[in-house]
């Protein structure tokens, strides 16, 4: 079956400091990853995301790093502020066939002031 | 906001009860998903429909049901609650069915079954 998993549950970091979250998947034919951030009593909300034929991509203070070979993806936060807090969860899908998500277990991100 | 709505909000209901959440997509969305998000399992994909056809399932009780509407919008039915029902249960919606396409969630119904 579909497994995505996270490292680390909890992670604190100081506010201005960069934030680096990491999520290992086991499927190889995971085409297409996203990022997702879940604040407490909200739905996910989209962060990110990066296709299978990409190393790396970046957003506003965010960037996505893909590793194929270790089945490994990354987001990295700069300069996290009080307003990162949240749960974020990386979740895969065949970039072919059905749509569905396969979400990791999260992580807590905790940004101190 | 990502323009993904659900009703109601908060339900709170008894054992052996039959419920429906609504899900409205965000606009020109064609593809519906429902999720299941429980303290012990995490976000778990129930269900998914496209244009009113349903295309693709995840792990759902048979107590469960879903449809999508001529207007695209989507409801999930749950009967013969129990109490490991209570859960969240969100909507997502996309352009297209094929994978790769961004999912935007909606808030969520939190159910819980007394």
């Known amino acids: 079956g579909e497994s995505v998993g996270l490292h680390l549950p909890t992670l604190s970091v100081q506010e201005g400091d960069n934030s680096i979250i990491n999520c290992a998947y086991s499927n190889s034919a995971s085409d297409y990853f996203i990022w997702y951030k879940q604040e407490s009593g909200k739905g996910p909300q989209f962060i990110i995301d990066?296709?299978?034929?990409?190393d790396k991509r970046q957003g506003q203070r965010v960037t996505v790093l893909l590793n194929k070979t270790v089945k490994h993806l990354s987001l990295q936060i700069a300069a996290t502020q009080p307003g990162d807090s949240a749960v974020y969860f990386c979740a895969e899908t065949p970039q072919t066939g059905a749509n569905n998500l396969f979400f990791g277990t999260g992580t807590r991100l905790t940004v101190i002031p | 906001d990502s323009g993904v709505t659900q009703t109601p909000k908060h339900l709170i209901t008894a054992t052996g009860q039959r419920v429906t959440l609504r899900c409205s997509p965000r606009s020109g969305d064609l593809s519906v998903y429902w999720y299941q998000q429980s303290l012990d399992q995490g976000l778990q994909f129930l269900i998914q429909y496209y244009n009113g056809e349903e295309r693709a399932k995840g792990n759902i009780l048979e107590r469960f049901s879903a449809q999508q509407f001529p207007d695209l919008h989507s409801e999930l039915n749950l009967s013969s609650l129990e109490l490991g029902d209570s859960a969240l249960y969100f909507c997502?919606?996309?352009?297209?069915?094929?994978?790769?396409?961004?999912?935007?969630f909606g808030p969520g119904t939190r159910l819980t079954v007394l």
């Open positions: 997502a919606s996309s352009v297209a069915v094929a994978g790769g396409n961004t999912q935007y």
């Open positions: 990066i296709r299978s034929n990409m």
